[in-house]
Every structure is written in C-alpha cells, then in structure tokens.
C-alpha cells in the first residue's frame, strides 16, 4: 500500500528566457517563460542499488500562461515508469532471469511549439531514452539543429540474466519517438546486447546498440531520463551529475563514449569522459 510519505514531491519556479541568433541575417529572436511546476516521485525496489524487483514512476506537471511574463500559454505533461521483474527461481532456464521495462509519455498542450523555450519540449535519443541513436538527436532537424517537439512516446523491454552473482548477459528493445502531432508520429527502434557487472555502489553496464546510429556522450539517470535531457544544454559527461533522491535506483547514472558502448556508473563516479 502506498502513502504520502512514499512519494517525493518537487516544486520548481523558473523564469526561462532563451535568444536565437540567425548568422546570415545577423538578427536575433527569444523567447521567454515564468514556468511554475511540480513532480513526485515514487520508488519501490528491492534494492536502491542492485534492483531486481520492484517499480518507480515519476510525475511532473508545469506550465506557463501569457499573461504572467511569457510569450506563450501551454501545460506540459509528462510521465515516466520503470519496472524490474524477476522470474520464478523454480525454471531450470529462466530462474536466473529479470525482464526490465520502462515507458516514457509526454504532452505539451499548446496551439503551437512557437513561444515555448526548448526545455519545455522533448527530444529523445541516447541512453535511458531510444538507445542506438545520439543524445537528443531526435526531433525536428532544421539548419544542424535539433528542435523539440510536443510529444513524447518511448517504451522499452530489456532481459537480464544472470551468469553469476556479480555478472549479467543482456538484450533489450527501445520503440518510440518524439513528434508535433500523433498524426504524423514516426516511430523508430533501437535493439541490442550488453554486459551489467554488479558492484556494492551500483550497476556498471556496458550496452552495444545494433540498429540506428552511435549514442553521443551523454550521463543520465533512468527515471529522471528526459528531464536531465530537457535541462542540460552541454554533454553532461562534461561533468558529473549530482542526481540526488530523485534518480532511479539510488545514485545511479549512465555515461556513454561517442563510439556507441555505453558505460554505467554512480554519479559519484561520473566523470568528463576522456
């Protein structure tokens, strides 16, 4: 049964004010927003560190109105659950065996994208998002940049298992993208193999992704994947990130070389990748 003390609640006012600047022409063009917003989070696992059973969703809700200093009036939705399932010990094949699932949603109500900052919008690709392709590759491409859209849908299946106490084969399966509206919602996938090594501060994890293109650097925390994604402007391998109590499974976070293997590490390990 769950209760109020196992869910953690954040509120975060923001004034966000962006500036373009267009190279040719020479002028420049911003937006801006009073962002007020609100996230919870619960966790139920077996183990903060090492999980193998138990589940984590995060909520977060936030939005801006035109007449309180921004340029445009929009709420943003957005939801992400995480799942570890282990099978049953009795399977001569199976009892070493945890499926992982994780699903992303996001919503930004709006007439348009136009008057939104980007941290408002979504952009997926990378780890703990659509693995296979590069950091926040994904959205609209326009003149060599990525622009984020209104909607996000990623799911994604993963199987681990176990080889010895510390050490785990895995395959996984990522589905989803980002768009401006359902209508033209184009899906792609991510699929590949990896090797986890369990160590008394939490997973080390290297994937190799089989479809789509090599994964950018990039550090995240799973549950907290497109949020750390929306509010970081560098590669944030640049330097660690202190994830706190709203990462999945304790401290943990994912960096990723630009060469497409991905390495997971504690975010007090995080480092700037060499």
């Known amino acids: 049964m769950v209760s109020e003390r196992d869910i953690e609640a954040f509120t975060s006012p923001q004034l966000q004010q962006e500036e373009i600047h267009f190279r040719q022409s020479g002028q420049r063009d911003g937006v801006k927003a009073l962002v007020l917003g609100k996230?919870?989070?619960?966790?139920?696992?077996?183990?903060?560190?090492?999980?193998?059973?138990?589940?984590?969703?995060?909520?977060?809700?936030?939005?801006?109105?035109?007449h309180a200093l921004s340029d445009a009036t929009f709420t943003r939705f957005y939801t992400s659950m995480v799942g570890f399932k282990?099978?049953?010990?009795?399977?001569?094949?199976?009892?070493?065996?945890?499926?992982?699932?994780?699903?992303?949603?996001?919503?930004?109500?709006?007439?348009?994208?136009?008057?939104?900052?980007?941290?408002n919008l979504f952009r997926a690709g990378g780890i703990g998002s659509l693995r296979g392709y590069g950091y926040r590759s994904?959205?609209?491409?326009?003149?060599?940049?990525?622009?984020?859209?209104?909607?996000?849908a990623i799911g994604s299946l993963e199987y681990q298992h176990r080889i010895t106490e510390m050490l785990s084969l895995g395959v996984f399966y990522d589905?989803?993208?980002?768009?401006?509206?359902?209508?033209?919602?184009d899906a792609v996938s991510g699929y590949g193999a990896g090797l986890q090594v369990r160590?008394?501060?939490?997973?080390?994890?290297?994937?190799r992704p089989m479809a789509g293109h090599l994964i950018a650097t990039g550090c995240i925390s799973?549950?907290?994947?497109?949020?750390?994604?929306?509010?970081?402007?560098?590669?944030?391998?640049?330097?660690?990130?202190?994830?706190?109590a709203r990462s999945f499974a304790g401290a943990c976070a994912s960096c990723c070389?630009?060469?497409?293997?991905?390495w997971r590490r504690c975010c007090?390990?995080?480092?700037k990748a060499d």
Do not use: H
């Open 175 to 185: 589905y989803g993208n980002v768009t401006d509206a359902w209508r033209s919602f």
């Open 257 to 262: 070389w630009s060469w497409g293997w991905c």
């Open 86 to 119: 282990s099978l049953s010990k009795n399977s001569p094949v199976w009892r070493n065996g945890t499926f992982i699932g994780r699903a992303e949603f996001g919503v930004v109500n709006a007439g348009s994208r136009f008057g939104i900052p980007s941290e």
């Open 39 to 66: 996230a919870w989070t619960l966790q139920r696992f077996d183990s903060q560190l090492n999980p193998s059973r138990g589940y984590g969703v995060k909520f977060e809700i936030s939005g801006a109105s035109k």
């Open 138 to 152: 994904l959205g609209l491409n326009v003149i060599n940049s990525v622009i984020g859209q209104r909607y996000l």
């Open 222 to 244: 799973p549950l907290d994947s497109a949020s750390i994604m929306e509010e970081t402007t560098k590669s944030p391998c640049d330097a660690s990130i202190p994830c706190g």
């Open 199 to 207: 160590t008394p501060v939490g997973p080390v994890k290297l994937d």
């Open 268 to 271: 007090g390990w995080a480092a």
